[in-house]
């Protein structure tokens, strides 16, 4: 079938598996009734089961949601935080204000991109690993394809062990949620790595946040799903002490903080 | 953070000067050079501004005049598609504009008619110039790009309608009218070329390939043109939200379902 034929198939009523409410009657969530199944969950419980369809357990879901509580912090300079607080200074909304700060958490040197990328690079080296390859092999052909390992080297603080690490690993050990197949090899290319880099890339915490949710059986695309919201209670506070001061002043910039270094002046003329 | 960043905004672009008696309001504003308000607001076209602030030039009267009809054939890709039918869908039920914005952009980047096909579809036209064999080679197995992996894989040849049949009327136009103002270049090579393109991708060619071309034609790159992309189709996406809200939710599309796994409602009385 090709062509508008594939769309005639979807003409008319539209087949799900997702859901559907019933107004005044009952909500359906992936095929629980949402009010029964769900009445005394935790919000995370049904955000994971949102984007997994499984149920975890409840020391998965303390563990996955302290990762959440140790990413979250209130630095309006953090450049995702940065669009909450602008969206503050010039008086826009929360909603827009946090929603475009979670958009703009997709970045490419940091959130999202790194945490998709690495996840799935530990996917695949993990399968070839297993399969008897050595992990220097495995990075080195990585590092031919791509010039830097995403995960590896934070943006800032690059020599510095990434503070949420630790704190993550205390939480796991408390829980007794134990160190699976991803962790341990995110832990083991770090030590590669630097090896092959001939420079310490401590491991950042975009390897760790994907490797935990993978070990529980997370695809690279079920981990970006669960992030999304781990920046938020961080962005808020940006946002409300942005409406606090008077508009405007937040990051003020003088006119002469504009360092130009283009064409001198000319005439349209 | 220990780090050491700067705390000043470095541009190539964009300079301001202060009034005498305050220096956090701008007397003078220079683009690329130009005084913006002193000189350049009363003499250039909005096409042009346009151009200079994102290539640093003006534009020739051909590239402004193929600006100008891209920016036209872009403007309103009409209701059914999916970053209009997200705005309305926002302003029908009465969200403020940025947010109904916010929906048509969301829902108008992707790969399918979106500003991340024209940017795929333009780095297809780096890797393939105007050499047909290339492109042959490409369409008969195009491959993913293997970064940034957050985008939703790619289900079709950037730049082709996955659903046509034959290359639709205004596609056709669209192309013709650009042909005439840009006789030379990719455009051109492709209105030549597009039977055999057509053949290799199996589907016709898309919108987003012709403005890919465009773009491509016009020297701008992939980035620039994914931007502008976003950025000029959103009046119609504005103008139909309004007009939505101003008729009502009970005149907008609410759509059946078929729900497949319904528990039914004995289904929660048993469990409760």
Known sequence: ????????????????KVGACFPGERTVFRGYDLHAEFKHA???DLYIFSITGRRLTPIQLKVLQ????????PDPRLWNNRVAAMAGSARGTGAQGLGAAIATSEAAIYGRQPEITVADFLIRALKRTEAGES??????????IHKRLLGYGRPVATLDVDERIPVTLDLMQHEGVEIGPHLKLAFEVERVLSEVAGRPLPMTYSAMVVSIPMDMGFSPLECYLYMQPCFIAGMIPCYLEALERPEGATFVMRCDRLEYDGPAHRSWD | M?????????SHIWEEKAEPDNPFTAAACYCRGYDVYGDLLSKATYIEYLYLLFKGERPTQEVAAALQLLAIALANPGPRDPSVHAAMAAGVGGSPAASVLMA??????????????????????IDCGTNLENWQRYLSSPQAPSRPLFWPQTEHAPGFDPHGVTCSTIVT?????????????????????????EKAAGIPLAMTGVVAAAFTNLDFSPAEAEMLTLLWRLPGAAAHALEQWQRGFRQFPFFSLDLENDPGVTGLKEKT
């Open chain 1, 42 to 44: 935790e919000w995370i």
């Open chain 2, 173 to 197: 136009q669209t192309l013709q009218q650009l042909c005439r103002i840009l006789p030379d270049g990719q455009l051109n090579w492709l209105a030549k070329e597009q039977p055999a393109l």
């Open chain 2, 104 to 125: 048509a952009l969301a829902s108008g980047a992707g790969s399918y008619g979106g500003g991340r096909e024209v940017l795929l579809a333009m780095q297809a036209w």
């Open chain 1, 1 to 16: 079938m090709s062509g508008p034929d594939i769309l005639k198939t979807f003409e008319g009523p539209m087949r799900t």
């Open chain 1, 135 to 144: 992990l220097e092999q495995v990075i080195r052909q990585e590092l031919g």
């Open chain 1, 66 to 73: 302290g990762i959440w509580v140790y990413t979250s912090y």
């Open chain 2, 2 to 10: 220990s780090d050491n960043f700067g705390e000043v905004f470095h």
